[in-house]
């Protein structure tokens, strides 16, 4: 026998099964009103409201790229920037700022000139690499063969390449994650190597970006100790165009390149540290990052400018809205990340002791597009323990993704030792027009962009800072 349940009883019955689930299950936007989350997601909350109110981030940014600008390792300005770096920790409160010495070898860019010289006598735009030798102090002259990737250098005859400069002529393709750079940045790390092997004069390259402009783009290069050094370059991908066209006439093609770069010994950089110390769980530490090191052609506002004034800013935020965190918020500004992380992995030989304190480690290092996405390289157990954190995030756009990031690349070590690590995922659909280019400055940041970037920075730092979650260990690669 069936019984009969009036609409009136159903509805309720129906509220009361919704308010409980609620409870248990906060939603977007329970957590955006602040109904619904633990103590912890009211702090974050509160330094979301006051992070929306300001301009730290990109205030810090201005402040470098105008007071410094380029800081490549070992230079003058990078002796600068640590300077800074110590004057604007102490200008914003920190409780501890310190410094780790970072040997680094230092390379001074000097002149660069390349030209056609024959069919069609024109001038190209070419930037050296980072850690090429310099050409002859004539320069060299030699015709030109072109090659669309490494693996066709390789597979080259050797009769066609030897005595010639080669042009690799790959193109990037846009993308807002920046996946196809790790496909391309091959030909300027190793290009000068497989050049070398099939006896090539120099090697140039189409730069390595998606912009198409006169702007070329520089970055570090590797050299086999093996293997006779020679000469790198990258010329503009406007350039790039051009030197293609020419070789579709069916002509030789003489090119004429001087390149005056050197390396200038050894110095001594740093990384710079600023820490608000915990009140409850000091040993317990938050690391956020960015490094402070930048290319010399541009003022590194994006690359990573950007992110120093995103992480600093981020913790003083913290503070001013919570006051003393429960656990240490320690910021690193990394020495010489771009001539290939050699702050990072100071850090982890100095502090090998003492990684275990680390709650999770993070950097941000991708220009200041706006972050759509958090990856995280949790423990599985308790992954997804802070889902009123991620309901709040993702009521702003940003959505919880994949468990195996490897964080960004100055922390992406520390997973080895057990460390979490988050990876706070930006729109760079345009960020590699300007990456290592004379266009890298701080008009490119937009100011809505680079706060949101801070809040979301912030609102995890507090939540970390202020709760008992502990993600520990980090999943080892399978």
């Known amino acids: 026998?069936?019984?009969?349940?009036?609409?009136?009883?159903?509805?309720?019955?129906?509220?009361?099964?919704?308010?409980?689930?609620?409870?248990?299950?906060?939603?977007?936007?329970?957590?955006?009103v602040n109904i619904a989350g633990t103590q912890a997601l009211k702090h974050a909350l509160k330094v979301k409201e006051s992070s929306q109110k300001s301009a730290l981030s990109y205030d810090i940014v201005k402040s470098l790229t105008v007071e410094v600008g380029p800081r490549i390792p070992g230079s003058a300005g990078d002796k600068s920037a640590v300077a800074w770096a110590e004057a604007k920790f102490n200008e914003l409160g920190f409780d501890k700022v310190y410094k780790q010495p970072v040997r680094v070898r230092n390379w001074e860019r000097g002149f660069a000139?390349?030209?056609?010289?024959?069919?069609?006598?024109?001038?190209?735009?070419?930037?050296?690499?980072?850690?090429?030798?310099?050409?002859?102090?004539?320069?060299l002259e030699a015709k030109v063969v072109i090659f669309d990737s490494l693996d066709s250098l390789a597979a080259a005859n050797r009769a066609t390449v030897e005595g010639n400069i080669v042009f690799l002529n790959t193109k990037m393709q846009r993308d807002r994650a920046g996946r196809f750079y790790g496909q391309v940045v091959p030909n300027r790390v190793n290009g000068a190597v497989?050049?070398?092997?099939?006896?090539?004069?120099?090697?140039?390259?189409?730069?390595?970006?998606?912009d198409n402009s006169r702007f070329a783009h520089?970055?570090?290069?590797?050299?086999?100790?093996?293997?006779e050094k020679i000469p790198a370059g990258a010329i503009s991908t406007a350039d790039a165009d051009n030197l293609e066209a020419m070789f579709?006439?069916?002509?030789?093609?003489?090119?004429?390149i001087n390149m005056q770069a050197k390396d200038a010994g050894w110095q001594t950089s740093y990384n710079v540290i600023g820490?608000?110390?915990?009140?409850?769980?000091?040993?317990?530490?938050?690391?956020?990052?960015?490094?402070?090191?930048?290319?010399?052609?541009?003022?590194?506002?994006?690359?990573?400018?950007a992110g120093v004034g995103i992480v600093t800013a981020a913790a003083k935020l913290v503070k001013e809205a919570v006051?003393?965190?429960?656990?240490?918020?320690?910021?690193?500004?990394?020495?010489?990340?771009?001539?290939?992380?050699?702050?990072?992995?100071?850090?982890?030989?100095t502090n090998k002791d003492t990684l275990e304190n680390i709650i999770f480690a993070a950097e941000s290092d991708f220009g200041a597009g706006q972050i759509y996405q958090l990856?995280?390289?949790?423990?599985?157990?308790?992954?997804?323990?802070?889902?009123?954190?991620?309901?709040?995030?993702?009521?702003?756009?940003?959505?919880?993704?994949?468990?195996?990031?490897?964080?960004?690349?100055?922390?992406?070590?520390?997973?080895?030792?057990?460390?979490?690590v988050i990876a706070l995922k930006q729109d760079g659909t345009y960020y590699f027009d300007y990456h290592h280019t004379a266009n890298d400055t701080l008009d490119k940041i937009k100011p809505k962009d680079i706060q949101q970037n801070q809040t979301v920075w912030a609102m995890i730092t507090a939540y970390m800072a202020m709760s008992d979650f502990d993600p520990r260990p980090a999943p080892k690669n399978q």
């Open 323 to 349: 006051g003393q965190p429960k656990r240490t918020i320690r910021v690193i500004l990394y020495a010489a990340e771009e001539i290939g992380l050699v702050g990072a992995n100071q850090y982890v030989r």
């Open 218 to 227: 520089t970055g570090v290069m590797r050299y086999d100790d093996n293997i």
């Open 275 to 305: 820490e608000f110390i915990g009140s409850e769980k000091p040993d317990e530490v938050i690391l956020i990052s960015a490094h402070l090191d930048s290319w010399d052609e541009g003022t590194g506002a994006l690359d990573d400018g």
């Open 248 to 256: 579709s006439l069916q002509q030789d093609i003489i090119l004429n």
């Open 113 to 139: 000139d390349a030209r056609v010289v024959a069919p069609f006598p024109q001038e190209l735009v070419i930037s050296a690499l980072g850690g090429s030798i310099a050409t002859p102090e004539a320069g």
């Open 375 to 420: 990856d995280t390289r949790f423990a599985e157990a308790v992954r997804d323990e802070p889902a009123d954190l991620y309901a709040a995030l993702k009521a702003m756009g940003v959505e919880l993704g994949t468990n195996t990031t490897n964080g960004g690349p100055d922390v992406s070590m520390l997973p080895n030792y057990g460390v979490p």
């Open 1 to 32: 026998m069936r019984q009969k349940i009036g609409v009136a009883t159903l509805s309720l019955g129906l509220v009361m099964l919704l308010a409980s689930c609620a409870k248990t299950q906060p939603t977007a936007t329970d957590a955006n």
């Open 194 to 210: 497989e050049a070398a092997k099939q006896g090539a004069q120099a090697v140039i390259i189409r730069s390595v970006g998606t």
